[in-house]
């Protein structure tokens, strides 16, 4: 699979970071830890990394209310 991402111009480190950032945003990290066999210190790591600020979100969507 490395060397398949690699010829399409994708390095393997970045794909898996980009899908365990993806995981770590809709997983718990017990779950997360779990799937796929990580220490739960490192899953704790991932899903803080892949915290979504809805602050932004919120902001906007007040501000559209009150047009």
Same mark, same amino acid.
């Given at each position: ?5 690699? =010829? *399409?111009?994708?390095? *393997?480190? &970045? @794909?898996?970071? /980009? *899908?365990?950032? %993806?995981? =770590? =945003? +809709? &997983?718990? =990290? %017990? @779950?997360? %830890?779990? &799937?796929?066999?990580? %220490? ?5 790591? !991932?899903?803080?990394? /892949? /915290?979504? +600020? !809805?602050? /932004?979100?919120? @902001?906007?969507?007040?501000? $559209? $209310?009150?047009?």
């Amino acid at each position: 699979m490395s060397r398949r991402l690699h =010829a *399409a111009g994708l390095p *393997a480190q &970045l @794909v898996r970071n /980009a *899908a365990l950032l %993806s995981l =770590a =945003a +809709d &997983l718990p =990290a %017990s @779950v997360l %830890s779990t &799937l796929l066999g990580i %220490s739960i210190t490192s899953a704790l790591q !991932w899903t803080r990394r /892949a /915290a979504r +600020d !809805w602050n /932004a979100y919120l @902001v906007t969507r007040t501000n $559209e $209310e009150d047009r």
